[in-house]
């Protein structure tokens, strides 16, 4: 395999460029086609950015190839589905080797996994009545799809399916049908990352829509077990007083700190952080960041 050259080599920023580490594109669970989130990057004079889709790091070379062709610098990067704690906790990795890697590797085997949550999870719809084996074309469409795509794609075909449903009947079905996303241990995952070259950066630490959210006595927790690179402090839905408890957090253990919108398409674009804030995360990954 030829290996693309990377977009952001010898990339100097101004102090108050724009950049967005954390969007995500159709190939996981956003809508944004790649190209057209590039070329919106670009349009808007962003600096840099990060496309972070889940679970995708075998995207990160043609990712690169289209961020050198249209001359938008971006990260070599993927968002990691774990689980600390039997819940749900997302992994940033910012920065491995396009080569084929141990996060690629373990992101292959979760697909794989994945695949095989949705067939037991429609087989079990069949048997309880609700899918039927000529929904089989709609399947094969499902398992086609990004690992992130595809829990979402089978409920949504058994409410289409069984409009009368009521809402909970719908969540026990779902949930005993084990129709769910697959993840991997957080320490498994940030010991291929960093296996790969990656800084392993805890992303949205503040929500609550399913996630661990996280508290001083929480992050002691998780950092106990297991050595991340940093905190993702500044995001949408972080109260000012995380925002700060995360920054202060990262201050007195020497973490990095990084940002992301969490863009899934153009109806919540890309949020404009400025470089400097970020200037340590950013020149552990290569890229000078000018003085103010």
């Given at each position: ?266 109806n919540k674009p890309p949020i404009r952080y400025r470089a400097a804030d970020y200037r340590v995360l950013l020149n552990r990954l290569g890229i000078i960041v000018q003085a103010d």
């Amino acid at each position: 395999m030829t290996l693309v050259q990377s977009s952001i080599t010898n990339l100097i920023l101004a102090a108050d460029a724009a950049i967005d580490l954390q969007l995500h594109t159709t190939a996981s669970d956003g809508q944004w086609a790649a190209l057209e989130l590039i070329q919106h990057l670009k349009r808007e004079g962003f600096g840099l950015a990060a496309i972070t889709d889940h679970d995708r790091p075998d995207m990160a070379q043609a990712i690169q190839a289209l961020a050198l062709a249209e001359g938008m610098p971006l990260l070599v990067a993927a968002e990691m589905s774990c689980l600390w704690r039997e819940q749900l906790v997302d992994l940033l990795c910012f920065g491995f080797g396009l080569e084929p890697n141990p996060l690629m590797a373990i992101a292959a085997e979760l697909h794989q996994r994945q695949q095989a949550i949705i067939n037991h999870a429609f087989a079990y719809c069949c048997d309880q009545g609700y899918l039927t084996p000529q929904h089989q074309p709609q399947l094969a469409m499902i398992l086609a799809q990004p690992s992130a795509q595809q829990p979402h794609s089978l409920a949504a075909l058994v409410k289409q399916q069984n409009p009368t449903l009521a809402p909970a009947q719908f969540s026990q079905l779902m949930q005993a049908s084990g129709c769910d996303f697959a993840t991997n241990p957080i320490a498994a995952v940030v010991a291929a990352a960093q296996q790969s070259g990656a800084i392993c950066i805890l992303a949205h630490p503040g929500r609550s829509d399913g996630f661990v959210c996280f508290d001083q006595v929480l992050l002691d927790a998780l950092w106990a077990e297991v050595s991340l690179d940093g905190i993702e402090a500044d995001y949408p839905l972080h109260t000012a007083e995380q925002a700060a408890l995360y920054r202060n957090y990262a201050q007195e253990h020497a973490l990095l700190i990084s940002a992301g919108s969490d863009s899934h398409s153009p109806n919540k674009p890309p949020i404009r952080y400025r470089a400097a804030d970020y200037r340590v995360l950013l020149n552990r990954l290569g890229i000078i960041v000018q003085a103010d």
